[in-house]
């Protein structure tokens, strides 16, 4: 399978603590993007990030890729109750346009 | 960036009947896409919707189940046919830019009873 495989699956932590998500895929990839999902709603699109890329920032989110290890984190830091959310990562394989997601990190932070 | 709408943002239909869901997107995209989420799941990709030309599906979804148009740069539509319970999923719109960005639309909730 094409699919990128977030880890870990869920996630539970405190107010003001980083909360760090990673996403593997098992092919050459053009990029990467990660998505935040509250509660069955659309997609919010927080960062793309491409294969010739190392790190990018984005406010409090942090995103990093090794391409080498064929893996993506990404780090929201001094996280708020309004994080909580499902996180996916959509991996767009070379010569491809489509973005294909794996089953996403569900992130609860408590107030 | 892109701005996607969607409606409806959610409906409730009876099995046998069909729904068609719209897509608009606030500026020109190069490919727009349908995804699928069924409860508690991942996006599933439906298909590519060609502008002027019929969709290109992924396998195990087919233009019978799920007739997709695209009659300009901007607007697609799709249909769920014939709805059986198995359809009750999220259905989002998806709109890839010039720098390569996806963008998703709301998504629209069918409950099928």
């Known amino acids: 399978s094409q699919q990128g495989e977030e880890d870990p699956q869920a996630l539970s932590i405190q107010e003001g603590e980083n909360a760090t998500m990673n996403c593997s895929y098992k092919?050459?990839?053009?990029?990467l993007q990660w998505y935040r999902q509250n509660s069955g709603r659309g997609l919010v699109h927080l960062i793309l990030i491409r294969s010739n890329e190392r790190e990018k920032h984005s406010g409090r989110l942090r995103v990093t890729l090794d391409t080498s290890k064929k893996s993506s984190s990404l780090l929201i830091t001094a996280s708020r109750a309004a994080d909580t959310a499902s996180y996916f990562c959509?991996?767009?394989?070379?010569?491809?346009?489509?973005?294909?997601f794996g089953k996403g990190t569900k992130l609860t932070v408590n107030p | 960036s892109a701005v996607i709408s969607q409606k409806p943002s959610r409906d409730i239909c009876q099995r046998g009947t069909s729904l068609t869901i719209q897509c608009q997107v606030d500026?020109?995209?190069?490919?727009m896409f349908w995804y699928r989420q069924q409860p508690g799941q991942s996006l599933t990709l439906i298909a590519t919707?060609?502008?002027?030309?019929?969709?290109?599906?992924e396998s195990g979804f087919v233009i019978d189940k799920f007739p997709i148009s695209r009659p300009n740069l901007t607007f697609s539509t799709l249909t769920v046919s014939n709805m059986s319970p198995e359809d009750s999923s999220i259905y989002l719109c998806?709109?890839?830019?010039?720098?390569?960005?996806?963008?998703f639309g709301p998504g629209t909730r069918l409950t099928v009873t």
């Open positions: 500026s020109q995209v190069t490919m």
């Open positions: 998806s709109g890839l830019t010039g720098t390569y960005e996806q963008y």
């Open positions: 092919t050459s990839i053009n990029n």
């Open positions: 959509g991996i767009k394989v070379g010569g491809s346009e489509k973005l294909v």
């Open positions: 919707a060609n502008q002027g030309s019929e969709a290109t599906y």
